[in-house]
């Protein structure tokens, strides 16, 4: 039952069992008491499938012996707290965050929301919320009875340039269901997320977990998923040159892990890690030239093949860490929270709490919580995007 305390924040692991509402009451208010620096802007609650039945007690016993205003989150199989990344461990974490002078706005959504839509303006309606209030928003979804694209497609153009940072929750091995939690209320359905604005800004590393290879070209002939020409010669030749170039020892690193690069933003100069959309590479035809890739690649946009495997994530990471150092030297992180796709952990790295721990190595002590999803949610150039294979991160910072 681990406790992190700074003075902005306080995070805990909470291992009892569901039905123990005297030791969660004692663990809560224990929890509440360490923060140092007045009220709860926020809490952030991911809780193991195992607590499903008992998902509302647990919530309102939270809020109550916690003295949280406002409390989101989702459930998952694998939860992560400060530098800990708990993947078999079960229990609840939980994050109190003292946001100053922040406006903070919580909304519910779900399908039918998202039918209804009929353009920006009924979502700033809905929500209350309109571009210039929100630096951005903290999502958590149910993925099995949204259409995320259209949901998606929707937020962004509702509120453009807005990061949208968070997770599709994870439930029960084998079972399509999973929890969205909003103050007391639990959602099998829809999904729930927050606004953040006022004196606090939104920032956020989104690792997609590969290093790029080769240099990057200029897309010449694009129909639906199929990359046909690169820089006027057929695709599948620019990448079979691209990956012959390698050194022996790379080749063999990137065969079996190769993906593709698309770049979010043609008006930059130069273009480096983040700036790139990474989706699969589904195939290659050496007759007709063309490959196929997870997206639907544009005439003129360009791309650069990536390779994808542990140490490519753990130097994306480390080095898109690094850079959010430097550029928020001068700022407060008042904590974070991290959303780390169940296909990374141990079976990637093969060791315990290596995403979670490189947070706390380049960003000092952070009070952290998130989850293990089955899809991540966070910007690549102006536009939101479901990640896979991703560590996003959300900070809460002073502007």
């Known amino acids: 039952m681990q406790i992190f305390v700074n003075e902005?924040?306080?995070?805990?692991?909470?291992?009892?069992?569901?039905?123990?509402?005297?030791?969660?009451?004692?663990?809560?208010?224990?929890l509440r008491?360490?923060?140092?620096?007045?009220?709860?802007?926020?809490?952030?609650?991911?809780m193991h499938p195992d607590f499903f039945a008992q998902a509302a007690e647990t919530l309102e016993l939270l809020r109550v012996h916690a003295r949280i205003p406002l409390l989101v989150g989702c459930s998952g199989q694998g939860l992560v707290v400060n530098g800990y990344e708990l993947e078999n461990l079960g229990g609840l974490v939980l994050g109190l965050y003292h946001l100053?002078?922040?406006?903070?706005?919580?909304?519910?959504?779900?399908?039918?929301?998202?039918?209804?839509?009929?353009?920006?303006?009924?979502?700033?309606?809905?929500?209350g919320v309109r571009p210039e209030n929100t630096d951005g928003w903290l999502v958590f979804v149910d993925p099995f009875h949204l259409d995320g694209d259209s949901w998606l497609a929707q937020w962004n153009e509702a509120w453009p340039g807005r990061p949208m940072i968070g997770g599709l929750a994870t439930g029960p091995k084998g079972e399509p269901r999973s929890q969205v939690y909003l103050d007391g209320e639990v959602f099998e359905d829809g999904g729930v997320a927050v606004s953040i604005g006022g004196g606090i800004r939104l920032e956020r590393v989104v690792s997609q977990g590969c290093t790029p290879i080769g240099q990057p070209w200029t897309i010449t002939r694009a129909e639906g998923n199929l990359i046909r020409e690169i820089g006027n010669r057929p695709a599948y030749e620019v990448l079979a040159d691209t990956f012959n170039?390698?050194?022996?020892?790379?080749?063999?690193?990137?065969?079996g892990n190769l993906l593709v690069g698309l770049v979010a933003d043609e008006y930059k100069e130069d273009f480096r890690r983040g700036d790139f959309l990474i989706r699969n590479l589904l195939g290659g035809d050496p007759k007709s030239g063309a490959l196929a890739v997870g997206a639907h690649p544009?005439?003129?946009?360009?791309?650069?093949?990536?390779?994808?495997?542990?140490?490519?994530?753990?130097?994306?990471?480390?080095?898109?860490?690094?850079?959010?150092?430097?550029?928020?030297?001068?700022?407060?992180?008042?904590g974070g929270c991290l959303c780390l796709c169940n296909g990374r952990g141990r079976q990637m790295f093969q060791r315990p709490h290596h995403d979670a721990d490189l947070v706390q190595q380049f960003l000092g002590p952070t009070g952290v919580t998130g989850f293990f999803c089955n899809g991540e949610l966070g910007p690549i150039g102006d536009r939101n995007h479901l990640h896979g294979y991703t560590a996003s991160l959300a900070l809460f910072t002073s502007r």
């Open 8 to 30: 902005f924040s306080v995070t805990g692991h909470w291992d009892g069992e569901p039905g123990d509402e005297a030791g969660l009451r004692e663990w809560a208010e224990s």
């Open 33 to 46: 008491a360490g923060l140092r620096a007045g009220e709860v802007t926020l809490g952030t609650v991911f």
């Open 100 to 127: 100053p002078e922040a406006e903070v706005r919580a909304t519910r959504f779900d399908q039918a929301m998202i039918e209804a839509a009929s353009g920006p303006d009924w979502w700033w309606k809905t929500t």
């Open 245 to 255: 170039s390698l050194p022996a020892d790379e080749q063999e690193r990137v065969r």
């Open 298 to 334: 544009r005439t003129g946009q360009s791309v650069q093949f990536q390779c994808r495997d542990a140490e490519s994530a753990s130097e994306d990471l480390a080095a898109l860490l690094d850079r959010a150092r430097r550029e928020l030297r001068h700022r407060t992180i008042f």
